[in-house]
């Protein structure tokens, strides 16, 4: 995937997701960072960089991550699960849209503790 194709897969997905109130990507040739800033005291974290394949999506709470998703050359897909996130849980390949799909279900939960 390359940085373009990332950009357009993550806006779609992002586009009718409700917690979401402002997006902020920045493309550095072959890097995405971004932020998803939401309703509450949080944020969804972005970086993705084509030249290597990684991908992390980081939700932040007081300045910790509580949950997130990544793919590096080291772990492979891996989740960090909100009951437990400086663990790595292995996970299949994901696609952006699957990615943010586990992102709200993870935002549900958090809203209706």
């Known amino acids: 995937m390359d940085v373009n194709t990332f950009a357009v ?5 992002l586009v009718n997701c409700e917690f979401v109130d402002k997006i902020a ?11 998803m800033f939401l309703h509450q005291d949080m ?9 290597t394949g990684t991908i992390a999506f980081a939700l ?5 991550r509580i949950w997130g998703i990544d793919n590096d050359t080291i772990r492979g897909w891996h989740q960090h699960p909100i009951e437990a996130p400086e663990t790595h849980v292995e996970l299949k390949p ?12 993870t935002i549900t939960a958090i809203i209706n503790l």
């Not at 897969?9 to 997905?13: G, H, K």
């Not at 990507?25 to 932020?35: C, F």
């Not at 932040?60 to 910790?64: A, C, H, P, S």
């Not at 994901?94 to 279900?105: A, D, Q, R, Y």
């Open 94 to 105: 994901m696609s952006v849209l699957e990615i943010v799909n586990e992102f709200e279900k």
């Open 43 to 51: 944020f969804l974290e972005l970086y993705f960089n084509e030249a």
């Open 25 to 35: 990507l920045q493309t550095e040739a072959t890097i995405v960072r971004g932020r």
């Open 9 to 13: 897969e993550l806006t779609s997905a």
């Open 60 to 64: 932040i709470k007081d300045q910790k």
